[in-house]
């Protein structure tokens, strides 16, 4: 297993890119691979899957998971705001390929479309999932309004009364977000995010599909768009994205693999807390 050297150089640095072929045999993707494989699998395996054993169970998940939903939008708009320009005056910056990427996630998740072909973003339609299946949409709304109004982070949990576990989650989302080098950030998004995605929604479709389908058609929807896009398409590209960000920098992608693991980690507690209401 390849050992990287962390060093404690934090500061973010101006890339250059060049146009990069990645592929799963890079040793340096193995080697973030391989030190995220574990908790990876934990997650895609976790019995909360078939914990939910009704359509109470769902809602309970979606409560949850809507703050992921949510927060997903920090990251991808840190790395918007960090490898394209979208300050004016306008001027290019970094690898038309990475802007490429970046630009077109922009557009799928806050422009995509319903079943009935109308716009709408990622976590709008999820919304209107959680309504189609019964959850309660009002802590995360609540949650919303109150940083829309100038709440700081804890004062917005506190007026939501958001379950610990996902604060938990936010928090160490928006630090990384607004916090770390875009090589961390990139990582978490990368490893913790797009690549888990697919798996991660295939476990969630075994089960909601086992329910009652008519109350679940948004969300199977949406899990399935996902499912479709992050792992024929977005997965390779990330990979890419990240190698272009970490170059032969072995402190970085030791950095980039502590960083995915601890993506991971606050995923599985995030699970284990839905579980544990199951």
């Not at 395996?45 to 078939?50: A, F, S």
């Not at 970094?94 to 998740?109: D, K, Q, S």
């Not at 309660?136 to 100038?150: A, E, P, V, W």
């Not at 936010?170 to 977000?177: G, N, P, S």
Request: charged share 20%; glycine share 6%; net charge negative.
């Amino acid at each position: 297993m390849l050992k990287f050297k962390k060093t404690a150089n934090r500061k973010q640095s101006i890339i250059v890119y060049q146009s990069v072929t990645t592929s799963v045999a890079n040793p340096r993707l193995q080697f973030v691979q391989q030190a995220t494989a574990e908790v990876r699998s934990n997650i895609t395996r976790h019995p909360m899957y078939r914990g939910i054993s009704n359509l109470k169970g769902i809602r309970t998940m979606m409560e949850h998971h809507v703050y992921a939903v949510w927060d997903f939008m920090s990251l991808l708009k840190s790395l918007q705001s960090g490898l394209t320009c979208v300050s004016v005056p306008w001027f290019p910056r970094g690898h038309a390929e990475t802007r490429f990427f970046i630009n077109e996630i922009v557009l799928g998740e806050e422009s995509d479309v319903d079943p009935e072909g109308t716009r709408i973003s990622h976590f709008e339609l999820y919304l209107k999932a959680m309504e189609q299946a019964g959850a309660n949409t009002s802590g995360i709304r609540t949650f919303i309004d109150h940083l829309q109004q100038g709440s700081n982070l804890e004062g917005a949990f506190h007026a939501a009364n958001t379950p610990e576990a996902a604060r938990t989650f936010v928090r160490y989302t928006l630090q990384v977000a607004t916090n770390e080098p875009l090589h961390v950030v990139a990582a978490v998004f990368t490893f913790g995010r797009e690549d888990l995605i697919p798996d991660m929604f295939l476990e969630l479709i075994r089960e909601i599909k086992a329910h009652d389908p008519k109350s679940l058609e948004l969300l199977s929807y949406y899990l399935e768009r996902h499912i479709e896009v992050d792992g024929d398409h977005h997965g390779p590209l990330s990979w890419n994205m990240v190698q272009a960000l970490c170059g032969e920098d072995n402190s970085k992608w030791a950095e980039a693999a502590e960083a995915s693991v601890a993506a991971l980690q606050h995923r599985q507690q995030l699970w284990n807390a839905v579980h544990a209401l199951l």
